[in-house]
């Protein structure tokens, strides 16, 4: 990644350029398909933002990258990256400043598309370089997904530029 790009947790003064790059990617995403699902996703941004557990990736003050993870799921719920600014090392940034702020012990867990599924082709690998291995097949907003958990040791050294 260069440095046209920051890494941060998200405030609440990004909430309006998230939402706008949300509307990009959304039709990746099942559950942001109606206007009222985009709402609650809102909601959830907030929420999250007030935990800091909503990092963002931003190029001339915009929003182009998003993660959203939980301390107490110990997972990554959502992460997202906009279409112009895709292959750039965002995504990468994003992880490994998340896995930076867990405990070196604790496992990680990830659900995305299943492999025969085209909106997987870009997550699937990018799981992988980071030591996540497939788990269950789950369903999630009634569309066939697959877990992938990272199995993490006090070894473990994931270093980030926040916290």
């Known amino acids: 990644m260069n440095e046209k790009y920051t890494i941060k947790f998200a405030g609440l003064e990004d909430l309006d350029s998230w939402m706008l790059m949300i509307e990009s990617v959304r039709t990746n995403f099942p559950g942001l398909d109606t206007e009222e699902l985009l709402e609650s996703y809102k909601q959830t941004v907030i929420k999250n933002i007030s935990r800091q557990t ?3 990736a931003k190029h001339a003050n915009e929003v182009v990258g998003v ?3 939980s301390y107490n799921a110990k997972c990554l719920s959502c992460m997202a990256v906009h279409p112009e600014h895709r292959r750039k ?7 490994k400043d998340m896995l930076s702020l867990f405990p070196s012990d604790v496992d990680i ?4 598309f299943r492999e025969n599924d085209s909106k997987g082709i870009a997550p699937r690998p990018l799981y992988n370089k980071f030591g996540f291995v497939e788990d269950e097949l789950v369903e999630e907003f009634n569309l066939p997904h697959q877990k992938f958990v990272l199995h993490r040791t006090q070894t473990s ?4 530029s926040l916290g």
């Open 67 to 69: 993660l959203i993870f």
């Open 109 to 112: 867990s990830v659900t995305t």
């Open 157 to 160: 050294k994931e270093t980030g």
């Open 54 to 56: 909503a990092i963002c």
């Open 89 to 95: 090392g965002i995504a990468t940034a994003m992880m």
